[in-house]
């Protein structure tokens, strides 16, 4: 059955919807398109839609096919209009029904984005003024029509020499990439968190690679202490966003890629619809809480993600697949140790080759997979030693991670939840806060509690103990308080992951303290 | 007793000053010789923040240790 339909007249979508129905359906979701009366500033009165069939239909086929194997829908359907059109007019149409709201939901966002991006299907814009203008629907093309849902990115195309023209041949030679894999390349749309010591190889071997549009998130400027693993910057840069830098670095290497950045780390409530615009998701933070939220989104998006990590001269790799009955990384740790436990570069150090060997391990994860090369999305945790040379594999296994909890999915969807929520409370006096009806859990240890005892009647449970304290009898929201707000903010994180409703107190008992000074 | 081989990674590494040793131990399980290597290291890390893996494959921490085995304890690193 043909999935996909280029359309010369007008759509009539109640007869497209009811070819869907399906009695094992649940939910039905769709997707429209519209000629919109305005582009980039200009007044647009009308467009016309000009397409190379053959390429279309094909293209168009395989993306419809590929979201329905990807997420398990029962039908799906993309009919997108060439010829001329009206302000108003529908542009595009996609219809999915599945069993359940979800899948229907992210097959037809995976639909509309490949069909976005792959198809090769032009417009001319008719402005208001007279003029036309020919606008390719392809790649940066989507900034147009949909915003980007967390508001805080943008698209940079800064062009290099106009004469430049890259020259893959040394990787085209290869057999196993070729022309057809270049072509994958170009395509393809990855997303770098982090532009440090992980994320400069990264970054810089799939801009040269040819990857066609590259996502890269950073929060920080450049410090001085990152030069020594940073490689992509110089002197000149500290202070500057590396996002920004990072940009100009890509359009310096390689102009043909496009680059779109994000200059706040991605939230819990945002990372989804970032991830689904993306086909695969490289991790090169510093950061525990955004590995695994990152981990999390990959797992409920269905995106692959390489994680890397590293500690003084020896890092981990681990490439999450995404795919149904492969291990993520809530499988091997299921819930990440106190930030304090794990080590950052700045309180452990680092010294520079280390991220360096394992973001080009993670580059080339990146290109395996998204080259289908042999080896690809191995699910094993792999351990690097650079001071005596060894390197272990270690294969997960699935069966005894997250499947013990529900499964992946159950338990990305669960933390993501978790983290969404807003768990610092602010109290002037613990009175209130019983008086709301929350029960106050004292995480200090024994000797802090005996120094300074709380004034009001609560549990002792010290944080390293409270996720196997049975906290089933007591009922209502849990309300956990330390000196600082830090081990109760990072407690009440962990027992969300097993489905309690704790809150934190923020600041703790020093801000509760401060605030009785000034009353 | 047991003669076993034991490789540590990361801050595991760090506080027992090496990241391979051979040890002669008469822990039953993979739980009780971390006990006695906590007792032994001064390590920091509790078990439900690591992973071990025996003979090169994860483990069960209630497995029992066995002569010859190499033993591997892997905590998550955040540095980038």
């Known amino acids: ?519 | 007793m047991s003669r076993i081989t034991v490789q540590y990674y990361a801050q595991l590494r760090e506080q027992a000053g090496a990241s391979i040793e051979q040890i002669d131990t008469a822990a039953a399980t993979l739980r009780d010789l971390y006990d006695e290597l906590c007792g032994r290291h001064g390590f920091t890390l509790p078990t439900d923040a690591l992973k071990v893996a025996v003979n090169v494959r994860f483990s069960d921490w209630g497995r029992a240790v066995d002569d010859g085995d190499t033993i591997v304890f892997i905590p998550p690193v955040a540095g980038g």
């Open chain 1, 1 to 519: 059955m043909t999935r996909f339909t280029l359309a010369t007249e007008p759509v009539d979508v109640a007869t497209w919807r009811d070819a869907l129905k399906h009695s094992g359906s649940g939910g039905f979701c769709s997707f429209e398109g519209w000629v919109r009366n305005n582009n980039e500033g200009r007044d647009v009165s009308g467009l016309a839609y000009e397409a190379y069939a053959e390429l279309a239909i094909s293209e168009g086929e395989r993306v419809v096919d590929e979201a329905m194997a990807r997420f398990g829908v029962l039908a799906a359907h993309c009919v997108h209009r060439v010829g001329d059109l009206k302000i108003g007019d529908l542009a595009v149409w996609i219809g999915v029904s599945a069993a359940h709201r979800d899948e229907a939901f992210r097959a037809c966002r995976y639909i509309i984005d490949e069909i976005k991006h792959r198809l090769p299907i032009w417009k001319k814009e008719q402005y208001i003024n007279g003029d036309t203008a020919w606008v390719a629907c392809t790649h940066g093309a989507h900034a147009e029509t949909d915003d980007h849902p967390d508001g805080h990115s943008h698209e940079s195309h800064l062009h290099a020499p106009s004469t430049f023209t890259p020259d893959y041949s040394r990787q085209t030679r290869l057999r196993d990439v070729g022309d057809t894999g270049q072509a994958k390349l170009a395509a393809a749309r990855v997303l770098v968190i982090g532009a440090g010591g992980l994320g400069c190889p990264v970054i810089s071997y799939l801009a040269g690679a040819g990857v066609g549009t590259l996502g890269i998130v950073d929060g920080d400027v450049l410090d001085a202490s990152n030069l020594h693993r940073q490689v992509m910057y110089d002197a000149r840069d500290i202070g500057q966003r590396k996002v920004d830098l990072a940009a100009r670095r890509v359009a310096a290497l390689n102009p043909a890629v496009t680059v779109q950045t994000f200059a706040e780390p991605l939230r819990a409530d945002t990372i989804a619809d970032v991830f689904a615009q993306f086909d695969l998701v490289v991790e090169c933070t510093d950061d525990l809480g955004s590995r695994y939220l990152a981990n999390d989104a990959a797992v409920l998006t269905g995106t692959p993600l390489i994680l890397a990590s590293v500690y003084q001269y020896e890092g981990q790799l681990q490439v999450v697949s995404a795919l149904s009955g492969h291990a993520c990384l809530r499988c091997l740790w299921p819930v990440p140790p106190s930030p304090a436990l794990a080590g950052s570069c700045a309180e452990t150090g680092v010294l520079g080759p280390v991220p360096g060997v394992l973001g080009t391990m993670q580059a080339m994860e990146t290109l395996k997979l998204l080259l289908g090369l042999p080896g690809a999305g191995d699910p094993s945790l792999q351990l690097v030693n650079l001071l005596d040379g060894t390197r272990q594999r270690l294969p997960i296994d699935a069966a005894t991670g997250c499947a013990l909890h529900g499964g992946c999915m159950t338990v990305a969807q669960r933390a993501l939840d978790a983290a969404k929520v807003d768990i610092d409370q602010r109290f002037d006096d613990l009175v209130d806060a019983v008086a709301r009806g929350f029960v106050v859990v004292d995480v200090r240890d024994a000797d802090e509690i005996d120094a300074s005892p709380l004034p009001i009647a609560s549990l002792c449970v010290p944080a390293s103990e409270i996720v196997t304290y049975p906290l089933d009898p007591f009922h209502g929201d849990m309300l956990l308080v330390c000196n600082s707000g830090k081990r109760s903010h990072h407690a009440a994180r962990r027992l969300r992951q097993r489905g309690v409703e704790a809150y934190s107190l923020v600041g703790g008992l020093n801000a509760l303290r401060d605030s009785a000074v000034c009353a």
